[in-house]
Each structure stands twice: as structure tokens, then as C-alpha cells.
């Protein structure tokens, strides 16, 4: 087994080795509890919000002030997988649809990249609760993949990067 950092230099790029690029899966993690492969995570974007003040005499330009971060929801796709896992999603959808409470959960996004055993990157979300839970148009004059997909907002997210970059070895 070899270990290389999250930075590889070029030399092992450049020789075909690793491609940096190439995702493997994203494998998404509810309070710790796996709830499978998804294909698409999107909306993972963040927008720092800036107040603007124009002093007087000055034509040119205007004050720029920082003030706080927005987070845009994230949508998780995959294509639909009727399991536990999924049921498991539907009723942290529904719970408190009388009471009219939600219940938060942090989540973790955990990026594979192919030939890794271990996740190359994480990314912690926190606070969220699911706002929209969907499946694709049935219709069977096409041929597309039924896609089950699930939109949630949260109240942050950092990345971890804990783990080298590890390479299974090859088979002989």
C-alpha cells in the first residue's frame, strides 16, 4: 500500500499513477448512520453578504462592509434505491408534519475517489433538515434513470481533509 499526500507532485501525475481529478463516489453519512451512494451533490456554495455605504463627497467609490455568510441548500441525487436507507430519509421528512417541528441533523459527505480505501475528503454539514423529497417522472416512453433526490438547508458546512491520499495496491 502506498501513502501520498493530499498535494501530489507532478512527476506522479504526470506518469498516470493518480488522476486528482476523478471522483469516485460520494457516500453520505446521517448522525453517523450510512445512507448510501448518491451521484450528484449540488449546491455546496457559499456567499459572503457585503453591506454598501456611499459617503458623501466621494462619487468615485463607496464603502464596502462584510457581513454574514449564506449557504445555499444542498441537493443530494442518486439513482432511486428503494431500501432502509431511503425509508429512513422519507420519515426524517415527514416528523413533524402535524406539530410542525423538524428535526436537525448533522450530516457528513464523504468524496472517494477511485482505487482509494479511505475517503480523500469530508465535508461536515451542519443543522439540516430535508425541504424537498422527490423521484423523477415516470414515464415509460423514455429511457432514463429514475432519480430519487432529496433537498435540505443547514446552517454550515466545513471540509476535513484527514486522510493521505491512499492507493490500493495493484493486483499482481
Same mark, same amino acid.
Given at each position: 500500500m502506498a501513502y501520498y499526500p493530499s498535494v501530489i507532485p507532478t512527476p506522479i501525475i504526470s506518469v498516470g499513477l493518480v488522476d486528482p481529478t476523478i471522483v469516485g463516489t460520494f457516500i453520505v453519512r446521517i448522525d453517523g448512520e450510512n445512507m448510501g451512494q448518491w451521484q450528484n451533490v449540488d449546491g455546496l456554495d457559499m456567499q459572503r453578504e457585503v453591506e454598501k455605504y456611499r459617503e458623501g463627497g466621494t462619487n468615485g467609490w463607496e464603502w464596502q462592509f462584510p457581513k454574514g455568510i449564506t449557504?445555499?441548500?444542498?441537493?443530494?441525487?442518486?439513482?432511486?434505491?428503494?431500501?432502509?436507507?431511503?425509508?429512513?430519509?422519507?420519515?426524517? &421528512?415527514?416528523?413533524?408534519?402535524?406539530? !410542525?417541528?423538524?428535526?436537525?441533523?448533522n450530516f457528513t459527505v464523504e468524496i472517494w475517489r477511485k482505487g482509494q480505501i479511505a475517503p480523500h475528503t469530508e465535508i461536515d454539514v451542519f443543522g439540516a433538515f430535508p425541504i424537498k423529497f422527490s423521484v423523477s417522472s415516470l414515464d415509460?416512453?423514455?429511457?432514463?434513470? &429514475?432519480?430519487?433526490?432529496?433537498?435540505?438547508?443547514?446552517? !454550515?458546512?466545513? &471540509?476535513?481533509?484527514?486522510?493521505?491520499m491512499v492507493i490500493a495496491p495493484p493486483t499482481p
Open positions: 449557504y445555499s441548500d444542498i441537493t443530494l441525487k442518486r439513482g432511486y434505491v428503494y431500501n432502509d436507507s431511503m425509508e429512513r430519509l422519507v420519515d426524517w &421528512f415527514t416528523t413533524g408534519v402535524t406539530s !410542525g417541528t423538524v428535526v436537525r441533523k415509460i416512453t423514455s429511457d432514463s434513470v &429514475f432519480v430519487e433526490e432529496m433537498t435540505l438547508t443547514h446552517q !454550515g458546512y466545513t &471540509f476535513r481533509n484527514e486522510y493521505p
